[in-house]
């Protein structure tokens, strides 16, 4: 009998984590502080004298202290400059590093246009930042590998259901199309902000969390 892991269980943010856990690993989970809020927890914090109680909320990556890129640089990364282009090759001016930029990031780039650009692409191969307007920045449907089921024990026909494909993204309708047990193609009903390979998409219907996987392909709108 599978469990079901639901946002009640673990609001969505953490859901958005817990959906990679197996079956076996869920069964042993333990929530000790239930439905409180995390300010509720701020106070019983407080009144015990613990230090995090006023803690600053951690976001994206929570284990490093400010900026990612001097820890990737004092880790050994190396990047080198290269071009930014557009949809069509042109070239618009100098990125500073791949590893600088992000998929959809829209602020930062170093170049102007008469709309704000957004990082469409990243082609470690040429060395290329590729960026576009908005609606270049948009995505129809993604490819989903190493697929790690809640709710079910495999997918054999089309669902439809609920899709996040950023940590901090509201979902989005769409209809997942298993390809086989461990890949599916995830059709969003309306174009979305775009994703890059190696994030991780989580499917919801309602509140029940079906499942999780990482992010392989995104086709652009």
Same mark, same amino acid.
């Given at each position: 009998?599978?469990?079901?892991?639901?946002?009640?269980?673990?609001?969505?943010?953490?859901?958005?984590?817990?959906?990679?856990?197996?079956?076996?690993?869920? $069964?042993?989970?333990? %929530?000790?502080?239930?439905?409180?809020?995390? =300010?509720?927890?701020?106070?019983?914090? #407080?009144? @015990? *004298?613990?230090?995090?109680?006023?803690?600053?909320?951690?976001?994206?990556?929570?284990?490093?202290?400010?900026?990612?890129?001097?820890?990737?640089h004092a880790?050994?990364?190396?990047?080198?400059?290269?071009?930014?282009?557009?949809?069509?090759?042109?070239?618009?001016?100098r990125h500073?590093?791949?590893?600088?930029?992000?998929?959809?990031?829209?602020?930062?780039?170093?170049?102007?246009?008469?709309?704000p650009y957004?990082?469409?692409?990243?082609?470690?191969?040429?060395?290329?930042?590729?960026?576009?307007? $908005?609606?270049?920045? %948009?995505?129809?449907?993604?490819?989903?590998? =190493?697929?790690?089921?809640?709710?079910? #024990?495999? @997918? *054999?026909?089309?669902?439809?259901?609920?899709?996040?494909?950023?940590?901090?993204?509201?979902?989005?309708?769409?209809?997942?199309?298993?390809?086989?047990?461990?890949?599916?193609?995830?059709?969003?009903?309306?174009?979305?902000?775009?994703?890059?390979?190696?994030?991780?998409?989580?499917?919801?219907?309602?509140?029940?969390?079906?499942?999780?996987?990482?992010?392989?392909?995104?086709?652009?709108?």
């Amino acid at each position: 009998r599978f469990g079901v892991l639901t946002a009640l269980d673990a609001r969505k943010d953490q859901s958005y984590m817990l959906s990679l856990l197996s079956q076996e690993q869920l $069964a042993r989970l333990v %929530l000790p502080l239930g439905a409180m809020t995390k =300010a509720e927890v701020r106070i019983i914090a #407080a009144d @015990l *004298g613990l230090a995090v109680a006023e803690k600053a909320e951690s976001q994206d990556n929570c284990f490093i202290d400010g900026d990612y890129r001097p820890f990737l640089h004092a880790h050994g990364v190396q990047d080198e400059p290269g071009p930014i282009v557009d949809g069509a090759g042109a070239v618009l001016g100098r990125h500073e590093g791949l590893a600088n930029y992000t998929v959809g990031q829209r602020k930062g780039i170093g170049v102007a246009g008469p709309e704000p650009y957004y990082v469409v692409e990243k082609r470690p191969a040429t060395g290329e930042l590729v960026v576009g307007f $908005a609606q270049d920045a %948009l995505i129809d449907a993604v490819v989903v590998g =190493a697929m790690n089921w809640q709710a079910f #024990a495999s @997918l *054999g026909e089309s669902y439809g259901a609920m899709v996040k494909l950023r940590y901090r993204s509201r979902p989005c309708a769409c209809i997942i199309e298993p390809e086989d047990n461990q890949r599916v193609r995830i059709a969003l009903r309306s174009p979305q902000p775009t994703t890059a390979p190696g994030q991780y998409a989580v499917l919801y219907d309602g509140d029940t969390v079906l499942g999780g996987g990482m992010i392989e392909e995104v086709v652009q709108a």
